[in-house]
């Protein structure tokens, strides 16, 4: 399992961009899919984007996020991002970073065993 902390989270302005971070100290971080779920106010987290293991690079997105969210990753920091642009208000929510053994990208929630605290954005006016 790894152990993830995310930050990066915020108050912004609609339109404006975040940029969240993911990071691990465990040096198996490449070998896991990693994705990005959210969770609004009295609605069930969802899946948002998802990055295949290693250096391959296939993504996949929600159709909500798709040409506004980019998924990245940094197999040598041990690091995943998810650079945020044109954000609306219904993109407010808890973010959660996670990571997956399943050997390929998915937005499956259960296939998820490794996650995060979360961090809160903030879209308002």
């Known amino acids: 399992q790894l152990a993830l902390v995310e930050s990066g989270g915020g108050l912004v302005q609609p339109g404006g961009s975040l940029t969240l971070s993911c990071t691990t100290s465990n040096s198996q971080f490449p070998i896991y899919a990693m994705a990005w779920f959210r969770q609004a106010p009295g609605k069930e987290r969802e899946g948002v984007a998802t990055?295949?293991?290693?250096?391959?690079?296939?993504?996949y997105y929600a159709d909500s996020v798709k040409g506004r969210f980019t998924i990245s990753r940094d197999n040598v920091k041990n690091m995943v991002f998810l650079q945020m642009n044109e954000l609306k208000p219904e993109d407010t929510g808890v973010y959660y970073c996670?990571?997956?053994?399943?050997?390929?990208?998915?937005?499956?929630?259960?296939?998820?065993?490794?996650w995060g605290q979360g961090t809160q954005v903030t879209v308002s006016s």
């Open positions: 996670a990571g997956s053994l399943t050997g390929f990208a998915t937005l499956v929630q259960n296939l998820y065993g490794s």
């Open positions: 990055i295949t293991p290693h250096n391959d690079g296939t993504t």
